[in-house]
């Protein structure tokens, strides 16, 4: 494993991911006008974790249209709520995959040696698009900062889920990327029982980061209304939770 993980390489799939990254933009512009606020907060060169919600299967295609780096993802192994249409994208731009119920090591150790090359992670600590509003982080994005000390970049993406339903020829929709001012780093000494609470507290904390960059109504779990708080209990339970993923 260690000899694997000295030989990541980043960024990579450079001419691959320079005409999806042309295709896309070409792609979203009938679609869509994405605003984008917030390009003063963007950071000249990583280490960094890009936090994001997910509430769209669009979600990384946007990120990667808003952002100029050559951005490595962690994401789920499945996509179940993209159609297949679209899934050949990650699979072509390459994305390192986090099989559900089984800790993700793998992945988590190969985004750590990106990091140490000062790379660009994206993550959406939500852990999957199974509702439309912000939900508790899911554990691997604290441990992921809390062992690489990398700082975070908030992000909300807001406009999707309508977007294509809503979409017609010759209207464009409304999408909005808010980017927020980098946070952490993080580091936990604790172990065990305190350990694993500190982790829930960072959790919670990027996901206030991001609540704090979508409208009111999406902010779900981290509102500052209770009616809205109270709308978003049930959406935090975690679908895969009982199933294990293994690569085939």
Same mark, same amino acid.
């Given at each position: 494993?260690?000899?694997?993980?000295?030989?990541?390489?980043?960024?990579?799939?450079?001419?691959?991911?320079?005409?999806?990254?042309?295709?896309?933009?070409?792609?979203?512009?009938?679609? $869509?006008?994405?605003?984008?606020?917030?390009?003063?907060?963007?950071?000249?060169?990583?280490?960094?974790?890009? @936090?994001?919600?997910?509430?769209?299967?669009?979600?990384? @295609?946007? @990120?990667?249209?808003?952002?100029?780096?050559?951005?490595?993802?962690?994401?789920?192994?499945?996509?179940?709520?993209?159609?297949?249409?679209?899934?050949?994208?990650?699979?072509?731009?390459?994305?390192?995959?986090?099989? !559900?119920?089984?800790? $993700?090591?793998?992945?988590?150790?190969?985004?750590?040696?990106?990091?140490?090359?000062?790379?660009?992670?994206?993550?959406?600590?939500?852990?999957?698009?199974?509702?439309?509003?912000? !939900?508790?982080?899911?554990?691997?994005?604290?441990?992921?900062?809390?062992?690489?000390?990398?700082?975070?970049?908030?992000?909300?993406?807001?406009?999707?889920?309508?977007?294509?339903?809503?979409?017609?020829?010759?209207?464009?929709?409304?999408?909005?990327?808010?980017?927020?001012?980098?946070?952490?780093?993080?580091?936990?000494?604790?172990?065990?029982?305190?350990? !694993?609470?500190?982790?829930?507290?960072?959790?919670?904390?990027?996901?206030?980061?991001?609540?704090?960059?979508?409208?009111?109504?999406?902010?779900?779990?981290?509102?500052?209304?209770?009616?809205?708080?109270?709308?978003?209990?049930?959406? =935090?339970?975690?679908?895969?939770?009982?199933?294990?993923?293994? =690569?085939?």
């Amino acid at each position: 494993m260690k000899s694997e993980l000295e030989n990541v390489a980043y960024p990579r799939r450079r001419l691959v991911r320079r005409a999806l990254r042309y295709l896309i933009h070409a792609a979203l512009q009938p679609l $869509a006008r994405v605003e984008i606020v917030g390009r003063e907060h963007i950071p000249e060169s990583g280490p960094l974790l890009i @936090v994001a919600n997910h509430f769209s299967f669009l979600d990384p @295609v946007l @990120v990667i249209h808003s952002l100029p780096w050559p951005v490595e993802f962690l994401g789920g192994f499945r996509m179940p709520n993209a159609p297949d249409l679209v899934t050949w994208i990650p699979k072509l731009w390459g994305y390192y995959p986090l099989f !559900r119920g089984t800790g $993700a090591t793998r992945s988590l150790r190969i985004a750590e040696a990106i990091l140490r090359q000062r790379g660009i992670i994206g993550i959406f600590p939500e852990g999957g698009n199974w509702a439309t509003v912000l !939900r508790p982080a899911r554990p691997g994005t604290a441990f992921l900062a809390t062992r690489t000390h990398a700082r975070l970049l908030p992000v909300g993406l807001s406009g999707l889920v309508n977007l294509l339903p809503r979409w017609r020829p010759g209207k464009r929709g409304h999408v909005l990327v808010r980017i927020g001012e980098p946070f952490g780093p993080y580091e936990v000494r604790a172990r065990g029982r305190e350990r !694993r609470r500190r982790l829930n507290e960072i959790g919670h904390e990027i996901m206030r980061h991001i609540a704090a960059l979508l409208p009111p109504e999406r902010r779900g779990h981290y509102s500052d209304d209770p009616e809205i708080r109270a709308a978003a209990q049930g959406t =935090e339970k975690y679908p895969w939770a009982e199933a294990t993923e293994t =690569e085939l």
